[in-house]
Every structure is written in C-alpha cells, then in structure tokens.
C-alpha cells in the first residue's frame, strides 16, 4: 500500500485498506419484517410503548403529537452544493478561528502565502480539522475548548513533501497541528474573536504530556523504554467528539489512534489485539520512519497509552491531562456525562467503527455539586449494550467473571470483552446526547455498508436488525434508550429509533427513510449530536455531498435540528461542498452557537488559496437566543 495514495480516503476506509474484511452471505435479511417505513414513528413507537413502558411514557407521546405546526423559529434551509455556508432568513455568520490562526501575538504571521505553517509556531496557531468542543467560563472569562482531529498532509506540508513527511521536522509539524486548543474568546461589539495571549491559550499536541489513572496505569500492557513505570504517556490523537465532565472539565476522545502506528518491519506478525484494533505495518503518516515511539517493533505498547478518554482542566493551563483508563480503550467517538438518580456517575460512549460497540461506564462513587471528584473517573464498571428485537436491551457489564479476562486486559482490549458477552454490533455509533430534560440517550448510528454482509474485526456477526435494521446501511439512523425506572444507573432500557435516514425520492422501501424525513429535510450519515438546553436536538452529517445517486437531493452536509417529542426535524445549516459538520457549542447567553466546519473543499473561507478547516460563529440578527 502507498500511503501517497491514502491521504485523501476517510479513517474508516483507511482502515478497511489496511485490513480488508471477508464477504459474507449468510445473514438473516429481516429489514423488511422488522420495520418498514411505515413503521417508523407511528408504529415503531407504538409497538414500542405496547412491549416496554419502563419510561416517562416517550414511546407513546411521540406519535400522537406529530407537530402540524413548526416548533423552531426559522424557516428551514434547502440544500446547497457550492462551497459556502447558509443559515436562515433572519440568522448570519461569519468565521470565529480558522487552521493556522494564532493563539499568541508571538505566532502572528505563521500561516504561509502557500498555507503551511511555520515549524516553530505551529504549537501557538490553532490546529486543523476541527470537531467536539464545549464552552466555559471561568473567572468571567468565556473559553472554547476544541479538537483538532487529524491533518490533511496536502494541506500542511510544503509541495515538495506531496503530502508525506520527508523528516522528523515535518513530522513534528503534523503532530503539532492536532490534539487541543483552549482558547479564550470575547464579544468584540461585532461578534467574538479569539483573546490573543490570554492566559488561558493553550495547545495540547501529539507531545504534550499526559497522566493516566485507573486500573491499567502502571501495569505491565502501558510500560515503553521512555515511560517505564507506565505512567506517563504522550500526546493526545485523533481527538473526535467531546464531552463534559458534571465538574466542567472537558474529555477529549481518542478515536482513530491506530491509523498512526507502524512497523520498522513490515513482515511484523500482528497480535490479534493488534489486529482487532486495527494498528498496522504502515501508519497514515509514516511517523514510524521518523518517530520511533510509533513504531510496534520498538513499542509494542505505545498504542495501549492512546484510545482512551482523557480529561482536561480548561480553567488551569498548568494541569495536566489524565487519559481514563476506568473507561475503556476503544476508537472513542464522545463521551455524554449524566448522573444516576443515586449520584453515581455514567458516562455513556461509543465505539465508531463497523460492527463495534456502545459503552457506558459507571462510577463507584457519588458526587454532588462541590464535593471532591477523586476516584469518579478511575474506579467504576465499564458496561457494553445489547439490545434485543423486542425493543428492550441490557447494558451487560465486562467484568473478570464475564469475559474471562483481567481487569486490565478489559479496559486495554475493550472490543474483545464485548464480543465475550455477546455485545450488539453496531452501525458505527458516533455521537451520544443525553436530553437535559428527560432520562433518555440518542446516539448517531453514521452508517455500515458492511451491515449484513461482512463482520467486525474481530469476526463478529453484523445481522440485520435491531436498531441496525438495513443491509448495507448506507444513510444511518439515530437511536434512542430511556433507562429503567429513568434512571441511567439502571442496566435496563427500552430504545426505539429517532430517525431513519433515507431518500423518499430515490427510494419507496425502508431506504426511504423514516416518516419524518421528508424530500425536504433528509440527509445521510448524522454524526454529531448535541442537545441544547431547549431540549432540541441538533444532528450533524458527515456523509456522502455528491447530491447524486442514493443521494441526489441531500446536497453538501449540514446542521438539522430536531424536535424529539414531535419527530420534526428542520434543516438549519449547510457547510461547504467537502466539508462535514462537526463540533457545536453556544455562548454564555446562548445567542451565539458555534459551528464546526472540518475538511472543507474549495478555497473556503478565504475564497483564495487553501481551504481551511474552521469555527464559525452563528447568531439571529435579533438578538434572540439560538440554543
Ligand atoms: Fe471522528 Fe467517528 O468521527
Ligand atoms: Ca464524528
Ligand atoms: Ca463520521
């Protein structure tokens, strides 16, 4: 494999390249037994309320109240295909920081004619491809904390390179380009702008030093030549989605880490843990050849110190990141923080890849506002789902007695304890959100060509089903659980599907959709999902913008906003042609929200040069509240 030629594919289809799955054919097809369109928030939900009523009585409300009359007030956008960014009638935008924009009056100038950025300030500038963030204040001070998920090598590195790093320099440039930004941002009098050299700025890169706490630190599985006590790792990678702690701390989740390792031998036999996890001879940016910590043959556990849910203090810019072992060792996409009605806390997580998991962890622990929080996110019960046709399910938890594994080997290889208990493979879980205003969960389920037709990594049926009801699920769909008793503690839920996403124009069987997408709201692949304290739910795609085929008429990805009481939902937002949106947060006085754009096309924003993944600021020119 050339890595020349992988830079332009997506992680998942990296990873498909490096370790091809087998075809197979014998799975039940019951996608048209199980749910047909019609189904889909008329008699899914009703079937739902007739066989489990554990809730507050959602499944059943649903229906019923199909709004006649919008609850949102805009009028919702068409589709766009050009490279630039649309809101409604009555809301405007404009950029709040884009890739390469200094932190620090000392990295003015930074971001070349060419878009590289200069070596020696790349750790000043804020990094590319933006995703999860959350918002702050401290001291009166409003701070954004972000993730820098990855790089475009065409992008950052100078021509001559074509996109792969010729040396530890440029190497070290990528790295520093990614992990985190603290930034603090203030309303100008016309809109917010970075606070340069605020106290508060700060970059957390593939180099920055970390802790970790939790039953796998200091044991044998994290120990490197550098780091001998397994204590200490380095950097943060692939930082995806967010989450925040009850104490408001941010998490940063570690998702497609494996895409970074290699081997200085490329007849390297791989472990199955390796080959679970996806790490393989030739990493996506030949750090191997250059950094000799991502090398397996030098390392064999570095990657055991990356894939975790690490949190970060945004008030104190001398702490240091903790990765929580407690939780699990996974391609994390978010992490969505609530509390059992006995104090304990729940962070429920997923797992994207095709055919893996949902996790939620559990605390040991209670918390109350102003009490400690030693010990809440290192000594707990890591849980994987399983959800069963009749529309219950049961968080089954990976314990030593359940998986015949160590406490240890769980966390590290988390994917293999699920697959012990029989965990449900699912259709790439990427964001969860929980409701402020209700005991209930939503996650992203982006999309799974493999569904029914190729297992997971680790050999894992994908049957058709469930809340994974179509073959080949190229749209995606979000689904919903409210806990036993409504209490996130509980290891029983009842779930049902918030939206099957599909093409009624294209298609007049379960690809169509579910009843409240409409050939004027659909879309394909949501990914981010955030809840505002409205209770609305904002959806995020990052899927197919070709707008032709399967998905002519969806156009370039986009922000929707849903109503989860009635099923509407509305679209909001388009981003550039090429672009996914992903990351959203709002100001203090929740009139502003801001927006990730990653991976736009074109010469978006500047209208010139190369494109640059940004933040941008969106506001109602009343002056309302947006979230
Ligand atoms: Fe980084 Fe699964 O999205
Ligand atoms: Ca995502
Ligand atoms: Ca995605």
Redo the contacts with the bound molecule.
Sequence with gaps: MDIKDTTDLSWDEFDELRDPRPEENDFDKVVDAALSRRGFLGGVLAFGSGAVAFGSGLMGSTTAARAATSAFPFEPIGTATDFDIRVPKGYAWKPLVKLGQPLFAAAEGAYGADGVIAADKATMVFGENTDGMESYVVDGKQLITVNSEYVNPKINLPAASEGVPQSAEEVKLLQSLQGVTVMEIADTGAGYDVVLDSPYNRRITHNTQMTMDGPVAGTDLVKTKADPAGMSPIGTMNNCGSGRTLWNTYLTCEENFNGYFGASDENHARSDAEKRYGIGTKGRYAYEKFDPRYDIVNEPNEPHRHGWITEIDPSDPTSTPVKHSALGRFKHENAAMVQAKDGRVVVYMGD?ERGEFMYKYVSNGTWAEGQPTDGLLSEGTLYVAKFNDDMTGEWLALTPDSTGMTEVEILVYARMAGSKVGATTMDRP?WIACNPLKAEAYCAL?NNKNRGLKTNAGGDETPVGGPNPREANKYGQIVRWIPEGDDHGATGFAWDLYVMAGNPNVHSDAYAGSDNVTPGNMFN?P?GMVFDSKGWLWIQT?GNYKNEGDFEGMGNNQMLVGNTETGEIARFMTVPYGA?VTGLCFSADRKVAFVGVQHPGGSWPDGEGKPRSSVVQVWREDGGTIG
Aim: charged share 70%; aromatic share 0%.
């Design positions: 994207d990427e982006t692949s990914d990052d996914e």
